[in-house]
């Protein structure tokens, strides 16, 4: 089964740039578009980056997203970082029988 | 405004059924494919199923295939989730959420309603 592998937590402070990685266990992660998901606690997911680098509007400039085929990955940038960027971040793609599939989360902390 | 509203959660004996409701407002419903995610106590998202526009075409995880069945009445803007031989581990919160039209991910999601499985 296709597997989406993201690091527990990552924690960065105000004003640096974090990067957030999504590793796909088979394939190529580039092959199936990769989504990213900003979850604070209490609240329900809202997408930050679709179709491996685009934002949805009102999603300010310093989220973006990447793929990096040699290392068969995506990642999530963050710059300019604030405290309320705080939260939960989650990828997700699909696999070759149309099934959604996240990573497990990665927990950003900005100190 | 796009509104999705999930109702019917609750708590609910191993071996029991449940049946989920998402109200959808603010768009029109039939147009668009739809999913359920559920997120278990502190834990993380983990997509439970899919259904097209049209109802036509469904798919479920394995964890859940063979125990629940998803559904929509488009001339009621509901999404619904039958959730029969409920286990411990299906305790979550579960969320509807639109597929943004023509791509694969999920542009608006429910606040979500708890499910929890315990005697």
């Known amino acids: 089964n296709f597997m989406l592998t993201q690091p527990h937590s990552v924690s960065e402070s105000p004003g640096k740039t974090v990067t957030i990685s999504c590793t796909g266990s088979?394939?190529?992660?580039?092959?199936?578009?990769v989504q990213w998901y900003q979850q604070r606690p209490g609240s329900a997911p809202t997408t930050v980056i679709y179709e491996d680098n685009q934002r949805p509007s009102g999603v300010p400039d310093r989220f973006s997203g990447s793929i990096d085929s040699s290392s068969n990955s995506a990642s999530l940038t963050i710059s300019g970082l604030k405290t309320e960027d705080e939260a939960d971040y989650y990828c997700?793609?699909?696999?070759?029988?149309?099934?959604?599939?996240f990573g497990g989360g990665t927990k950003l902390t900005v100190l | 405004e796009v509104q999705l509203v999930e109702s019917g959660g609750g708590l609910v004996q191993p071996g029991g059924s449940l049946r989920l409701s998402c109200a959808a407002s603010g768009f029109t419903f039939s147009s668009y494919e739809m999913n359920w995610v559920r997120q278990a106590p502190g834990k993380g998202l983990e997509w439970v199923s899919y259904i097209s526009s049209s109802g036509s075409t469904i798919y479920y995880a394995d964890s859940v295939k063979g125990r629940f069945t998803i559904s929509r009445d488009n001339a009621k803007n509901s999404l619904y989730l039958q959730m029969n031989s409920l286990r411990a581990e299906d305790t979550a919160v579960y969320y509807c959420?639109?597929?943004?039209?023509?791509?694969?991910?999920?542009?608006?999601w429910g606040q979500g309603t708890l499910v929890t499985v315990s005697s």
């Open positions: 997700q793609s699909y696999d070759s029988s149309n099934s959604w599939v």
């Open positions: 959420a639109r597929v943004y039209s023509g791509s694969y991910y999920a542009d608006y």
């Open positions: 088979s394939g190529s992660i580039a092959s199936n578009y």
